[in-house]
């Protein structure tokens, strides 16, 4: 076989370290209000802090050889329409609550409503796992959950999601008509 051309500086594939699911604390680097197609959002770009998974969001960025890499350590808080409906007010009560959780997380601090405020503070983190189909590969993912403060991951206090799997794996219900039952009784 005749050698490639290019074999000597081919990168080879390696398999990437994952985060699991549970409870970290995580470092603010960035926050910005962004309009998506859903709606506004509060954009945190973040990483984790503290422990063995520190800066893994940077070195997961900074190792990967894919051409059109991204930062993966973001989550997005829906910001209210104030339309006073039902999703509008869950979309409100989970700002606050990672409002508070960050308020909680960092003495002294208080929400201005100026999302450059945020840089630089710390949270609790609960992650958990997603299913995902790209380009016709399925698999799962871990993914920022919610914020909660840091007394809650220090002292382990908090529950893992259940993974979020796609729709379209999702149980199907059917009704059964009762003829249909064959019952030992």
């Known amino acids: 076989m005749k050698k490639f051309a290019s074999y000597d500086t081919a990168v080879p594939y390696q398999k990437s370290r994952r985060l699991p699911p549970g409870g970290y604390i995580i470092g603010i680097i960035s926050a910005i209000e962004k309009q998506e197609s ?6 945190i770009k973040f990483d984790i802090a503290e422990g063995e998974y520190k800066n893994f969001f940077t070195e997961q960025y900074n190792t990967s050889t894919l051409d059109d890499k991204k930062y993966k350590g973001v989550y997005r808080i829906n910001i209210p329409k104030g339309d006073g409906s039902e999703q509008d007010e869950w979309t ?3 700002f606050k609550t990672d409002m508070l959780a960050i308020e909680a997380s960092n003495s002294g601090y208080k929400w201005d409503w100026e999302e450059k405020s945020l840089e630089g503070k ?12 790209w380009n016709g590969k399925t698999g799962m993912f871990t993914a920022l959950h919610s914020l909660c403060d840091i007394a809650t991951i220090e002292k382990g206090d908090y529950e893992i999601p259940a993974p979020k799997m796609l729709k379209s794996k999702a149980a199907v219900m059917t009704e059964i008509d009762d003829d249909d039952l064959d019952l030992p009784f």
């Open 92 to 94: 409100l009560r989970r």
């Open 38 to 43: 859903w709606g506004d959002v509060l954009e």
């Open 122 to 133: 710390k949270s609790g983190a609960i992650f958990f796992e997603k299913e995902y189909d």
